[in-house]
């Protein structure tokens, strides 16, 4: 596992957000080596929560672009047709029963070996369940 991978998945984007705090390596600390990765699909889901997060953030709207471009400028967006059919297939049978939208995270975190930065409490437990164990486990919430 290369733990110094960190997959991004949409709660995590959207907390920075709301928290107005979009410099993820600030939350992990001055001492990482960590990469922030996500996959492409995290566009789809901030463009279509925009009108729920300028509620949450109270953020103008371009105060609110603003912030995106912070957060999205700290990650490394993975284009998900460069992951094999065969890691996306074990991605969907570990997510179909929870939440499919949470495929392409699965699947990004599988095809980099690395962890998966999520809050979704029934997400890890149905993912450990099913034998998923490579997250990354946050000490501080912010």
């Keep these: 596992m290369n733990f110094d991978c960190v997959v991004v998945d949409a709660n995590i984007a959207f907390k920075a957000l709301v928290s107005q705090r979009g410099d993820l390596r600030d939350r992990l600390g001055p001492f990482t080596n960590a990469k922030f990765y996500t996959p492409g699909f995290l566009f789809v889901e901030l463009f ?54 949470d495929t392409p995270y699965v699947a990004l975190t599988l095809h980099l070996d690395g962890r998966l930065w ?12 099913k034998g998923f164990d490579s997250f990354y486990e946050r000490r501080q919430s912010y």
Excluded: P, Y
């Excluded at 957060?71 to 967006?77: C, P």
């Excluded at 029934?122 to 369940?129: E, I, W």
């Design 48 to 101: 279509k929560h925009k009108t729920r997060l300028s509620r949450a953030t109270g953020l103008t709207d371009d105060e609110l672009l603003q912030a995106l471009q912070a957060l999205v400028s700290r990650l490394e967006f993975v284009n998900e047709a460069n992951i094999a059919l065969g890691v996306w297939m074990e991605a969907h049978r570990l997510c179909k029963d929870v939440d499919a939208n």
């Design 118 to 129: 999520t809050e979704d409490a029934k997400l890890k437990q149905d993912l450990r369940a």
